[in-house]
């Protein structure tokens, strides 16, 4: 399992932004369709999701982290936001030309592609992707992304 765990590491190194967008594009594609034929039991222990995510996140234009404004005192106040309000700041963080990402389409594509393949195999990780804000990003681009479905 340690060559496993280290393809995926080598996975990791090749598609962070600083790594040649060749070889991000191409690893990528490998990605994905490892990500494709996975289950939860092939990659439960060695698929390091927080990194994998952040980094996906990255390419598609995100941050690939979240500022967490929480620090764990329970106010009422901060509690009492309606529907409305978490809509309208939703649709305002999706606003078009906010995200760049990858310069490559298809690196962002494939990118979107991993997402939607490591959900299907690992259902549980999708509290990590909103984590990441992966939402207002693919819903920015959310035209592009409809060939996912």
Do not use: W
């Not at 929480?70 to 963080?93: C, P, R, S, Y």
């Not at 259902?123 to 990590?128: A, E, K």
Request: charged share 20%; hydrophobic share 40%; net charge negative.
């Amino acid at each position: 399992m340690s060559g496993f765990s280290s393809r995926l590491e080598t996975m990791l190194n090749n598609i962070n932004t600083s790594a040649d967008p060749t070889t991000r594009v191409v690893t990528l594609q490998e990605l994905s369709e490892l990500l494709r034929i996975s289950t939860e039991n092939t990659l439960a222990g060695s698929f390091q999701v927080d990194a994998f995510v952040r980094e996906l996140v990255k390419i598609l234009g995100g941050s690939g982290n979240v500022a967490d404004d929480d620090d764990g005192d329970d106010d009422d106040d901060t509690h009492e936001h309606d529907e409305d309000a978490q809509l309208a700041a939703v649709l305002a963080m999706s606003g078009g030309g906010q995200y760049q990402g990858d310069d490559n389409l298809e690196a962002q594509d494939l990118a979107a592609r991993c997402l939607a393949n490591l959900m299907e195999a690992l259902p549980g990780v999708s509290h990590t992707v909103v984590y990441h804000r992966a939402i207002p990003v693919l819903c920015s681009n959310s035209l592009r992304y409809l060939t996912l479905i």
